[in-house]
Structures are given as C-alpha cells and as structure tokens.
C-alpha cells in the first residue's frame, strides 16, 4: 500500500472513524423521527432485520472493495474490471458523496446555530410548541446565518480532511468518537430519570405490528442504508486505508453494531423526553428543532441538557461530513492527481456554492422552496435525491458488481485477509447469497416503491 495515500494507524483508529462515517444526523435526528411516524417498536425491529440482513453485507462488500484495490471508488472500480463501465458506479458515489455534503452541511450548521442559541440563552424563549417554531424560523429564514454557519462548518470538515488519514480523520475522530458516546450516555440517563419515561421505553421497544404496512418496511431499508454510510462508495474509500494485517470482517461488524447501538441510545435519550412533556412521537424532521428546546427548557437542568446535546450533534454531524468530503478528495487526489490540501480546499469552496441554494431554501428565498419546511424545497429535493435514490441505485450495483462480476470468492478472501484467530469466518454460501439476490432485489423493491408512491421521508 503507498504511503503517500495514507492509511489507518490501527483497527480502532479505523473503527471509530469509519463508525464517526456511519453514526451521524441520521442517528440521531432522522432515526428517532423515523420510528415515530413507522408506529415505535415495530420499526426498531425491522431496522435491525434490515441492519443485519442488508446493511451489514453491503458494508462488508465495499470495506473489501476498497482495501484490496486501496483505491477511491472510481479507481476501485476500474481496477476489478478494466474497461467496463463498472467505474460509473464509482463516479456515481463520488458525485452523490459532494451533493450530500452540500445539503447535510446545512441541516449541521443549523446545530452549530442552535448550540450557539444553547450557549447565549437564545433557546429560552422556545416554551411551547408556537414560540419553539419562531426561534426556528428566525434561524432558517435568515439567509446570512444560514450561509454563515453552513461555510463554518464545511471550513471545520476541510481543516480536519486536508491534514490527512492518520494526522486529520482518524486523530479527530478518535478524541470525538469517545466523547460522543460519553454525551448519549449522561442524556440517555438524564432521560430515563424522567416522569413518565417508561411510557417512551414501552414506545421504542414494544413492537406494535398494527402499526406497519409497506411503507414504513421500505423506510426502515432506506434508514439502514442511509445510516450505515453505503451505497456510495464512503466505506469503498475509506477501506481503502486498512492495512492488510487487519481484520476488516471484525471491524466491519463492529462498525454497524456500534452505528445501531447509538441509534436506540439516541432513542433513550429522545423518546422518554417525548413521553414526559407529552408530545407527538410522529412529530417528524422537526423534532429535534422544534420539539426538544421545549422540553429542555421544561426539564430541571434543561439548559445544561440542550448544550450537550447540540455539542453531541454537532460532532455527529461532523465526523459524518469529515467522511462525506474524504470521498470527493480521494477521487481526486488518486485520479487527478491533486495534493490532498488542495483537493479538500477546492471542493470544500464548490460544497458551499452548491450548498447556497439549500440554505437559502427553506425560507430566505421563496422560489426555493415552498416556504413549508421540509416539504418542497431546494434542500428536502436533494435529501431525497441523492439521500434516497442515488444510494439505494449505489447500493444494488455495489452488490451485483462484487456478486457477479467480482465474485464472492474474492470477497471472502480480502475479508478473512489478516484474520486473528478466535473470530469465525464470514459462512460465503451465506453472504454470497445475501449479496448476489437478496440484497439487490430488496434494494430494487424499495426503489420502486420510493418512486411509484413519492414516499420518502
Ligand atoms: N450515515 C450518515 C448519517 O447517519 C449519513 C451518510 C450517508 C453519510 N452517506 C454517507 C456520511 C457517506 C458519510 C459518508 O448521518
């Protein structure tokens, strides 16, 4: 492997950053949501079906794609089939990884904003659910602010990106994760000390089939996929930087164990908070904005409560853009043979002009959006876009490419590469199966399903 490309320095180091990939908004803002509107319970268990049964091969696949060619996705693609048009799968990630930097840095500079608020005591006026709205609004119509805290963020994501793999990702990453969990851990239990927080555990653990129907199955795949960071290539990517020596099987496990265990911590914190101030579980994208200041501001301790909250989002939020970027620069710096400086400068800055109209969406600039938060503007097109269509695509080319043309052979191989003994083997009936049929096909009735009824999240 070259050295100038960089890599981890070990398997923790790897693991926790491709677990700071993986563990994000999604986590934490849209995971809650997605249990509230799919009836609680119910759709914690299909998520974990999916996690297991989807999630966790697909993660697999691209972790081995990417360390056995150490290449960015395009690269990776070209390099197991020259000459095909395999490496436009490749191209379809990177492009899918820039156009959700450019949205997700928005939603995650509005947690900068709110941490701000938490700070300076701007979140006190949010006591009910009318006057909560307003400081929102006051946020996301603000074209400045939302500009402003939008490029804060994509500068922090350039400052970590361009000092490198070992030096940049894998040190920040290693500080945040741990603190991360440190934060879900003291809220989880700030939560459950809660009156009436049964009432919210009894929600998120007791499975309430009525609830379901198709729908809320098909979110539960997109969910999986959107959460665990695959279909476009940020796993092929950052696979590309594990030595040889190590367990890539182990560390794939652990990455999407560890990504669903902070979203059921996520719902510890959340779903008894809900519960005691007695609002609406299915209160969607706006929970956590509109939702939460209102029962911090209810709770004993509640300021102190909203500022480790939004420092924990943050974070989230950041780790996740950290990778998001990664994947443009590698394309660049393996491809086009661009410094790693200036590649995450460069794409840093052209993130930001496609992020404007995102910020300027949601209620700056009117034919942006429809004014209606997250129901038909510039910022909630590209979420759906690029963060349901475009991965679900990636996702089921990913699995034919490694199952048909790859060979699942190959896969076992580069997983049990720097196998430490003890840990059993991946059974390759059984992944092959899961990767060549299930996978794909499942991927594809989402897909449709997503199209034919409009529904996204
Ligand atoms: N998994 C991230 C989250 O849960 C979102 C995401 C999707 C992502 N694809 C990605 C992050 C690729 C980094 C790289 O918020």
Known sequence: MT??????????????????????????WRFPYA???????????????????????????????????????????????PNTPWRLVGSLGVVTGFAILAFYSVVAGWMLGYLGKALTGGLSSAVDAESSQLVFESLVENPWMGLLLAGIFIALTVFVVRRGISGGIERITTILMPVLLLLLVVLAVRSLF??????????????????????????????ALFSLSLGMGAMI???????????????????????????????????????????????????????????????????????????????????????????????FVDEKGWTRGMASMVIGAACFVLAVPSALSTGAVSWLGTGGLFQWDFLSLNNNIWGNYSLSIGAILICIFAGWQWGIPKLVESLSEGRDGGFPLPAPTMLGFLVKVICPIAVLIALFFIILTGNYF
Do not use: C, H
């Open 3 to 28: 050295t100038t490309r960089g890599e981890f320095s070990g398997n923790l180091g790897f693991i926790l950053a491709a677990a700071g990939s993986a563990i994000g908004l999604g986590n934490i």
């Open 35 to 81: 249990v509230g509107e799919g009836g609680g319970g119910a759709f914690v268990l299909i998520y974990l079906a999916f996690v297991l049964g989807i999630g966790l091969p697909v993660m697999l696949t691209e972790l081995a794609v990417g360390r056995t060619t150490g290449r960015n996705p395009v690269g990776a693609l070209r390099q197991l089939a």
């Open 194 to 223: 809660l009156p009436n927080a049964g009432a919210g555990l009894a929600y998120l653990f007791k499975p309430d089939f009525a609830a379901v129907n198709f729908t809320v199955v098909m979110q539960a795949l997109g969910q």
């Open 237 to 331: 990517t950052y696979g590309s930087y594990v030595q040889r020596t190590q367990n890539l099987w182990k560390a794939g496990i652990s990455v999407a164990m560890f990504d669903t265990f902070i979203a059921i911590l996520a719902g510890l914190v959340i779903f008894p908070a809900l519960f005691y101030a007695n609002a609406d579980p299915s209160g969607g994208p706006g929970l956590v904005f509109v939702v939460l200041p209102t029962i911090f501001n209810s709770m004993p301790a509640g300021s102190i409560v909203a500022i480790l909250f939004f420092v924990l989002m943050t974070i989230a939020a950041l780790t996740s853009t950290i990778a998001l970027l990664e994947v443009v620069v590698a394309y």
